[in-house]
């Protein structure tokens, strides 16, 4: 049955008066709740108010409100702020369209949507605002004897039950003095979306924010040109256990805070926000993505942080955060002067991948900044590089999957650029360099055969020279004058190296494929390496080499002559496995290895530590491969350094864990992508700050100390060798 309550107001403003009303069968009564348990349509407007009015206002069914509905709690008399009237939706829905006057709800309490338990066989609550419907949601709802405000209340989206909010269409606003919780408890669903040019303006709270998961799984769709605003802050996931996700998507979509974003960075939260199709985020303040939190800017779309708040402009990826770029724009500029808060901010092990438009950086703390496109190519553009990363702690900007990382203006020579080709085989990356050479310090590692340094900001460029004791690359024009110098990090003494005019005014630096002596990629690739092997262990490693025709050796330390058995070492110098000659002690022994062929060689000192009752310490000044075989027990590593840590402001190439691969059941030899990956995740455990557990097949356990999980896992193929 439907009942349709007129509100006429002939006799005055009471609520609780029922010759203000018409139609119906019941009217409120002093005190009392007030409910709507089948389908209603309040006519005309409907204001809540009056001595002694009701508690709740309680939608159970579907409710339309043709006309402004106001709910207030006492204003006047001895039993002022002892009664709140809040707008309640327990199931059903309740829906405000256009009104002919611009207010179509006007609330001085909390509205909940999914607040209690419904009526026999009702659907979820839903709260609509459609069709130009205007709702002005003032939550300071009790006033005291004084007529001063006491409290403050909220929109619920979700609250003892799942909700959702729907506002829609051109001319739709929704706004409120106080704060949204989206799923605010645990096990509650929450959803909110604004969408079809309509508006949300959430007012200043310094209590209460935007929550979007406030203990139980809460989302918010932005779209259809719709317009968000917050005078406060705004957590993608909150609390503890809580999910929240964001999505603004298309052209004209537009989410914009004042004060700061934090998606997925608090203890035990999860958060995602998306940003796609042309759709802008933005926020006067910072925005902030932690362990558990994703941001993917989409193409044509950005995430914009300008400090106009006067707390500088900082878009932070930390503790493992992700930030994925699909072709947009990223940029941190602050209006203020401050330099230790301004800019793209990676640390602790936080990541951007993918390519777009960076403007302002700074990467310390092991953060990284990947160019990466997949197969398809692309460009991940980065200017504004501010060069104040922390000396000790330096980032890596690092470049896979055929992408292109373009650095502006002058770049930090604390961060270094890799050329990620130990993990992303078969493609072929380029760094495009457009300020002048001079100005560029950063050290490069990892550049093989096929990929490219673009000297984009360089004229006159015909030669180059490499120092083979330090791995200098100079280039010269056609006077011999030095224009600028890259310091790779590897061993480049035998390589060759082509430049020719990039089509663009500048010229590319390629390294050649041609047939050259061997190069050792094994132990890091380093001139300098160790291996840790557990007590009792012969076999030590497989040393191996790029090139053709290779043989190994070792270099006799009192004659140097190559041999291939001293009296300690013994080499094959076929496959290059090298095992000890006689029974090992806890200590730290030394040899140099050869590789070699027709074209040249090269040697590599290694340096090889017997662990001391399974402690295994890795050294800071040279890569460290840990060696397992089967039948260990137990061992605890310190020291290891995941593929993005950097020493002293020079790439450290990173640290190796190398297990035998009947370690772990259907387990392939030189496993490598995601195969490797779903491998290692299956057989780690994570124990928060003080590191991550791997739990071979055979009973064996590894712990790392300090290292997460995540960052184990981001790096698998780096980090983690099966032989």
């Not at 338990?117 to 005291?144: K, M, Q, R, S, Y």
């Not at 493609?427 to 050290?443: K, M, Q």
């Not at 020291?639 to 259907?666: E, I, K, P, W, Y």
Request: glycine share 14%; proline share 3%.
């Amino acid at each position: 049955m439907a009942f349709v309550y007129t509100w006429t107001g002939s006799n005055g403003t009471d609520w609780n008066d029922f010759m203000n009303w018409s139609g119906g069968p019941d009217f409120p009564t002093p005190g009392n709740d007030f409910f709507t348990d089948t389908t209603a349509t309040f006519v005309n407007g409907a204001p809540v108010s009056g001595f002694g009015s009701a508690n709740f206002f309680v939608v159970y069914a579907s409710t339309t409100f043709t006309g402004p509905f106001t709910a207030t709690g006492q204003s006047a008399g001895p039993l002022s702020g002892l009664f709140l009237t809040s707008f309640t939706v327990n199931s059903g829905t309740a829906t405000f369209s256009a009104a002919t006057i611009p207010t179509s709800l006007l609330t001085h309490a909390d509205v909940l949507v999914g607040y209690d338990d419904p009526l026999p066989g009702a659907g979820t609550a839903e709260l609509d605002f459609v069709a130009g419907a205007h709702a002005v949601l003032d939550t300071d709802n009790v006033i005291d004897a004084s007529g001063n405000r006491v409290g403050e209340n909220s929109l619920y989206v979700g609250d003892q039950r799942d909700g959702i909010v729907n506002i829609l269409g051109t001319g739709t606003t929704v706004t409120t003095d106080s704060g949204i919780a989206i799923a605010a408890q645990t096990g509650v669903n929450g959803t909110m979306h604004v969408g079809s040019a309509a508006s949300l303006h959430i007012g200043f709270s310094t209590g209460f924010g935007y929550y979007i998961g406030y203990g139980g799984t809460g989302s918010l769709l932005i779209d259809g040109g719709a317009t968000v605003a917050g005078d406060g802050f705004a957590d993608i996931g909150a609390t503890d256990g809580s999910i929240g996700s964001v999505v603004v998507d298309g052209a004209g979509s537009d989410w914009h805070q004042a004060q700061t974003i934090a998606v997925g960075f608090f203890p035990g939260t999860h958060g995602s926000l998306t940003i796609t199709n042309g759709a802008t985020v933005e926020t006067d303040a910072s925005i902030k993505i932690g362990a558990g939190g994703t941001v993917t800017v989409g193409s044509g779309s950005s995430l914009i942080s300008t400090g106009t708040s006067g707390i500088g402009a900082r878009i932070l990826v930390d503790q493992d955060g992700h930030l994925v770029m699909q072709g947009g724009t990223l940029t941190a500029t602050a209006t203020i002067a401050d330099t230790t808060l301004e800019g793209i901010q990676v640390a602790v092990g936080g990541m951007i991948t993918g390519t777009g438009h960076l403007t302002g950086l700074y990467v310390q703390n092991d953060g990284v900044i990947d160019a990466n496109a997949g197969s398809a190519g692309g460009t991940l553009l980065v200017d504004g590089v501010n060069g104040i990363s922390d000396p000790g702690s330096p980032g890596i900007l690092s470049i896979s999957g055929d992408a292109t990382l373009e650095l502006e203006g002058s770049v930090a020579s604390n961060e270094t650029v890799v050329f990620n080709n130990t993990s992303d085989p078969g493609h072929h990356e380029t760094l495009r360099i457009d300020g002048p050479l001079s100005s560029f310090s950063a050290p490069i590692q990892g550049l093989v055969a096929g990929d490219a340094i673009d000297l984009a900001g360089v004229s006159g460029a015909t030669t180059w020279s490499l120092d083979s004791a330090t791995d200098l690359l100079t280039v010269k024009d056609a006077s011999g004058t030095q224009l600028g110098a890259l310091q790779l990090i590897g061993n480049y003494a035998s390589t060759s190296f082509g430049l020719a005019a990039d089509g663009n005014g500048g010229f590319t630096l390629t390294e050649s494929s041609a047939a050259k002596a061997p190069s050792i990629t094994s132990g890091g690739g380093e001139r300098n390496a160790e291996y840790v092997i557990n007590p009792g262990q012969q076999v030590i490693t497989t040393i191996q080499a790029s090139g053709t025709d290779v043989h190994y050796f070792i270099q006799d330390p009192r004659t140097g002559k190559l041999v291939t058995s001293t009296s300690q070492f013994i080499i094959d110098t076929n496959t290059g496995q090298l095992s000890f000659g006689a029974k090992s002690h806890d200590d730290a022994y030394h040899v140099t290895v050869v590789a070699k062929n027709g074209a040249g060689q090269t040697s590599q000192d290694l340096t090889v530590s017997v662990a001391d009752e399974h402690i295994m310490v890795g050294r800071s000044d040279v890569p460290d491969t840990f060696v397992f075989h089967a039948g260990f027990t137990n061992d605890a590593v310190f020291d290891f350094n995941v593929a993005s840590t950097l020493f002293c402001g020079r790439a450290q190439v990173h640290d190796v864990l190398q297990f035998d691969h009947t370690m772990f059941n259907g387990a392939v030899a030189g496993e490598s992508g995601s195969a490797l990956t779903d491998l290692l995740q299956n057989h780690t455990q994570s124990y928060g700050w003080l590191g991550t557990m791997i739990n071979t097949d055979g009973g064996g356990h590894v712990f790392l100390a300090e290292v997460s999980k995540q960052a184990l896992l981001s790096n698998a193929t780096s980090d983690f060798h099966l032989v």
